[in-house]
């Protein structure tokens, strides 16, 4: 079936408004966590999952905070959020459980989405906080298995105004709107200007900012592969050329091609 569409003008529109029709093509590999997403399949999971989050009591403007470990998750769980009108609160995985605690009260999460790897940690925190419910990625006791959302009776997403909706609750709580996030995703493809022909190698990492969603998101609206490989891998030159890179992100922000 092919997934529900977004409001026109939505991060969610503008990333995936032609991911179905490039079917298998792949557009994500985490090398970290042994995952290929393809276009169609990415674009499924997203809208599939949130529409699962709408059956699940899921409202428009309610945060949702993002504390996971891998490039993969980051981008399922923060686009799926967007989708379902939600906004994401990207979370650093190197807090420790009060720091974790305190960004989830500031922001006023109410759900956080997690990794098995850092769920005992995340389940602790909530406690402390007004979360009520936990989704991971993978059978973790006390919370919702992602894929469960997968299977729920479709329902219809909400629509958003992107002019006046946010996106994103950033670490010090500045809050990035809808326009912001594909601006700054704009303002990365200034010096390389993606195609479908690229392969970018992404060697950031998920913490409270932006910049790796903007990428991810950069590259999928493009039509480009993103490989995803922790910055501390010891065969990066291995996986530039088996891969076929011609774009990798900097040290200090921003990318650039070979």
Same mark, same amino acid.
């Given at each position: 079936?092919?997934?529900?569409?977004?409001?026109?003008?939505?991060?969610?529109?503008?990333?995936?408004?032609?991911?179905?029709?490039?079917?298998?093509?792949?557009?994500?590999?985490?090398?970290?966590?042994?995952?290929?997403?393809?276009?169609?399949?990415?674009?499924?999971?997203?809208?599939?999952?949130?529409?699962?989050?709408?059956?699940?009591?899921?409202?428009?403007?309610?945060?949702?905070?993002?504390?996971?470990?891998?490039?993969?998750?980051?981008?399922?769980?923060?686009?799926?959020?967007?989708?379902?009108?939600?906004?994401?609160?990207?979370?650093?995985?190197?807090?420790?459980?009060?720091?974790?605690?305190?960004?989830?009260?500031?922001?006023?999460?109410?759900? $956080? /989405?997690?990794?098995?790897? !850092? *769920?005992? %940690? +995340?389940?602790?925190? =909530?406690?402390?906080?007004?979360?009520?419910?936990?989704?991971?990625?993978?059978?973790?006791?006390?919370?919702?298995?992602?894929?469960?959302?997968?299977?729920?009776?479709?329902?219809?997403?909400?629509?958003?105004?992107?002019?006046?909706?946010?996106?994103?609750?950033?670490?010090?709580?500045?809050?990035?709107?809808?326009?912001?996030?594909?601006?700054?995703?704009?303002?990365?493809?200034?010096?390389?200007?993606?195609?479908?022909?690229?392969?970018?190698?992404?060697?950031?990492?998920?913490?409270?900012?932006?910049? $790796? /969603?903007?990428?991810?998101? !950069? *590259?999928? %609206? +493009?039509?480009?592969? =993103?490989?995803?490989?922790?910055?501390?891998?010891?065969?990066?030159?291995?996986?530039?050329?088996?891969?076929?890179?011609?774009?990798?992100?900097?040290?200090?922000?921003?990318?650039?091609?070979?």
């Amino acid at each position: 079936m092919k997934p529900i569409v977004s409001s026109a003008g939505t991060v969610t529109n503008e990333v995936f408004g032609r991911a179905y029709e490039r079917g298998d093509r792949p557009a994500l590999v985490d090398l970290h966590g042994g995952l290929v997403y393809s276009y169609r399949r990415l674009v499924t999971e997203v809208t599939r999952a949130a529409s699962g989050m709408v059956r699940r009591g899921a409202r428009r403007e309610q945060v949702v905070g993002v504390h996971v470990s891998t490039a993969c998750a980051q981008t399922l769980a923060v686009h799926t959020v967007l989708a379902a009108g939600g906004v994401a609160a990207p979370l650093d995985p190197r807090l420790s459980g009060a720091e974790l605690a305190e960004r989830l009260s500031e922001c006023d999460a109410r759900t $956080l /989405i997690t990794t098995p790897d !850092l *769920a005992p %940690l +995340s389940l602790r925190a =909530v406690e402390e906080s007004r979360v009520r419910q936990v989704i991971a990625f993978g059978s973790v006791v006390d919370t919702i298995d992602f894929e469960d959302l997968l299977n729920l009776e479709p329902a219809p997403l909400p629509t958003i105004d992107a002019r006046l909706q946010d996106a994103l609750v950033l670490s010090g709580g500045r809050r990035m709107g809808q326009a912001e996030l594909l601006a700054r995703m704009a303002e990365l493809d200034e010096r390389v200007k993606l195609t479908e022909s690229d392969v970018v190698l992404a060697t950031w990492k998920p913490d409270g900012g932006c910049d $790796l /969603i903007a990428l991810v998101g !950069l *590259a999928v %609206l +493009s039509g480009a592969l =993103v490989v995803a490989a922790m910055s501390d891998a010891a065969d990066l030159p291995g996986t530039k050329h088996d891969f076929g890179v011609t774009v990798v992100t900097g040290p200090g922000g921003g990318f650039e091609r070979l």
